[in-house]
C-alpha cells in the first residue's frame, strides 16, 4: 500500500486551510498532537520536524 502525503493537509480533507495552520502551529507549541501519517503532512520543508518555518510556509499556501 502507498500513503499520499499532500504537505499542509493535516486533518486528511485534501485542503490546505486555516484548520490545518492552527493544528501545525499548536502542534509546534507543544499543545496539539497530530498523528501519522499527517505528522509527515505538518512537516512542509521536509526537514525532520515540525516548526516555525512550516507554520510560515503552511500560512503562506492557504493564503495564496
Same mark, same amino acid.
Do not use: M
Given at each position: 500500500?502507498?500513503?499520499?502525503?499532500?504537505? /499542509?493537509?493535516? !486533518?486528511? +480533507?485534501?485542503?490546505?486551510?486555516? #484548520?490545518?495552520?492552527?493544528?501545525?502551529?499548536?502542534?509546534?507549541? /507543544?499543545?496539539? !498532537?497530530? +498523528?501519522?501519517?499527517?505528522?509527515? #503532512?505538518?512537516?512542509?520543508?521536509?526537514?525532520?520536524?515540525?516548526?516555525?518555518?512550516?507554520?510560515?510556509?503552511?500560512?503562506?499556501?492557504?493564503?495564496?
Amino acid at each position: 500500500s502507498h500513503t499520499v502525503v499532500i504537505y /499542509g493537509d493535516v !486533518d486528511g +480533507n485534501s485542503k490546505v486551510n486555516s #484548520a490545518d495552520y492552527t493544528k501545525v502551529s499548536q502542534e509546534f507549541l /507543544g499543545k496539539y !498532537d497530530i +498523528n501519522n501519517p499527517y505528522k509527515l #503532512a505538518a512537516d512542509i520543508d521536509q526537514n525532520g520536524k515540525i516548526d516555525s518555518s512550516d507554520c510560515t510556509l503552511l500560512k503562506k499556501r492557504y493564503t495564496e
